[in-house]
């Protein structure tokens, strides 16, 4: 099993674990529960991958890094809890994307896992096109899987 597939399966297990995971908590306690969980997310699938794929700096000699990277998949995994919303990292993550794969490193699909709503939301007019752009364009498969 590819290992953006076992770390989603990964964060599922999480977020069904997590008292209170899918309930909307609003500013300051919503990104303290969210820095909880992408902490835990890292910290068991270092253990689970016996590497550390979160948190790589891809995207050239700046502060900006993707949430998890897999060079053997060319696979992004960006966890984007709150992409249901209107206004979310969405472009920002697809410009990581293009930026890695722009310096040399294999980058073929983009995931995005959010909670429940944003793969919805990413087929709303705007983001598909973005998503259909980017794949008829670019070669850059974009998935949006929500947390279950």
Known sequence: MQHSKKLFEL??????????FFTTKGPGAGNYSTN????????????LFGTD???????????????FYFPDEATIV????????????????????????????KVKKLVFIC??????????????AMINWLENHNGLSVEVWDLE
Request: hydrophobic share 30%; with cysteine.
């Open 115 to 128: 909670k429940p709503g944003g793969q919805k939301k990413s087929k709303q007019p705007g983001r598909s």
């Open 36 to 47: 909880q969980f992408i902490a835990e997310i890292r910290d068991q699938a270092a253990s």
């Open 11 to 20: 964060a599922s297990r999480i977020a069904r674990e997590t008292d209170g």
């Open 78 to 105: 960006e966890i984007a809890l709150g992409l249901k919303n209107p206004n979310t990292e969405f472009e920002k993550d697809i410009l990581k994307a293009l930026m890695a794969r722009s310096l040399g490193n």
């Open 53 to 67: 794929y979160s948190e790589q700096k891809i995207c050239g000699n700046n502060s900006m890094a993707v949430d």
